[in-house]
């Protein structure tokens, strides 16, 4: 029932690594969100300069209006994608780091089920049902956190659905109003 020092040497070196598994997820994630920010901030620069340019060139108000209108779709379009991006790796990030939890879980569940079962074969007569006792809140406890883990992943999929859902609709909804400020042109 005691751990020995092998174990102990064997649990830390696990947990070393699943620490840097958790920091590698973490940099990478933030890796892809800079370069995300800095393409971002690049074509924003150069679309900057592009519509200014545009509106520059104006002959006159009318064809400003018109020049103004045309240019919100498009900034609309690329700040939607933006916004998809970041969450893409936000999730990603999050599934990674579920997935390497979830792994030590159920490591530490098997780690303590085996020592469970080693004191049980060498505790005295009578202890069974403390033994049991043990084991059924171990189920429980194990039980609770499926239910957790499933309830979070549907909501995660709901919270998705409805961002997917939301941008849609606002990328059709400036969609709408942009042509009809054209037709009036």
Not at 63 to 73: D, F, N
Not at 100 to 123: I, M, P, R, Y
Request: charged fraction near 20%.
């Amino acid at each position: 029932m005691f751990a020995t020092p092998e174990q102990f040497v064997a649990a830390n070196k696990a947990n070393v690594e699943a620490a840097l598994s958790v920091a590698n997820t973490a940099f990478a994630s933030a890796e892809r969100l800079v370069n995300l920010n800095l393409s971002t901030a690049r074509a924003f620069l150069e679309d900057s300069v592009a519509n200014t340019k545009a509106l520059f060139g104006a002959k006159d108000v009318q064809e400003l209006l018109t020049l103004q209108s045309g240019l919100a779709q498009p900034a609309l379009e690329k700040a939607v994608a933006y916004t998809r991006s970041v969450y893409e790796i936000a999730t990603q990030a999050q599934e990674e780091i579920t997935k390497l939890v979830e792994g030590q879980v159920a490591e530490a569940n098997k780690s303590v089920s085996t020592a469970l079962d080693k004191a049980a074969k060498s505790a005295p007569a009578g202890s069974d049902v403390a033994v049991a006792a043990v084991k059924s809140a171990i189920a429980a406890a194990n039980s609770a956190y499926d239910s957790m883990s499933k309830a979070a992943k549907q909501v995660a999929e709901i919270a998705e659905a409805n961002v997917a859902a939301a941008t849609s609709a606002t990328v059709k909804a400036v969609g709408s109003t942009t042509p009809k400020s054209k037709k009036a042109a």
